[in-house]
């Protein structure tokens, strides 16, 4: 049973990431304010939920939310800054655009890079304990998944529809067979030296 609120006196935002450990793609984020009355059974980690359980609360959560944003750090920008760095930049880009000021993040993990002056709490697994992060990793990965959809049509061997871009046997066979693309993260070193890029 997930937790409606941290506390009760300052508004909250929930924050997670999704594709912090893929092989290609970028990492997106996710903050979401919740009312303090925001209850759905279904609610829940995004990674104990079916992919149809997914796509149908992502709208629920944002007409119901008083606000959310997500954001994406691209692969190049990954592979310059870093992927943890570039999972709280993408953080930092979705409390941007929130259009409600939060004073008090929660934040899915151990470890956080302070926003502003706004005071935050790591909480590990918290998606699994708090319905805003909660909220947040089901946006994230809902659009986050999305993104790895529309670019499998252009690069269709890699089987991201399916792997999203992690790196499944499936995945990591279509790189020995035809190296890497302009999506993946070099940084990552997921290609043996001798396999060409295009």
Request: aromatic share 10%; net charge positive.
């Amino acid at each position: 049973m997930l937790l409606p609120f941290y506390q009760n006196k300052l508004i909250e935002a929930g924050l997670d990431e999704a594709g912090r450990g893929c092989y290609a793609g970028p990492v997106f984020a996710a903050a979401v304010i919740l009312p303090k009355k925001f209850h759905h059974p279904l609610l829940n980690d995004s990674k104990q939920l079916k992919e149809k359980e997914r796509d149908m609360l992502r709208p629920i959560i944002e007409k119901e939310s008083i606000a959310f944003a997500v954001s994406q750090v691209s692969n190049e920008e990954i592979d310059r800054i870093n992927i943890l760095q570039a999972s709280y930049k993408a953080m930092h880009l979705s409390l941007d655009q929130l259009t409600t000021v939060p004073e008090l993040l929660l934040v899915d993990g151990n470890r956080f890079k302070p926003y502003k002056k706004i005071q935050h709490h790591c909480i590990v697994k918290g998606d699994g304990k708090y319905a805003s992060i909660a909220a947040a990793s089901i946006l994230a990965k809902t659009y986050r998944d999305e993104f790895m959809q529309k670019i499998a049509l252009k690069f269709p061997e890699y089987g991201w529809d399916k792997n999203k871009g992690y790196g499944t046997a499936t995945h990591r066979k279509a790189i020995e067979t035809n190296g890497l693309c302009q999506y993946h993260r070099m940084s990552f070193n997921i290609l043996p030296k001798q396999l060409p890029l295009f």
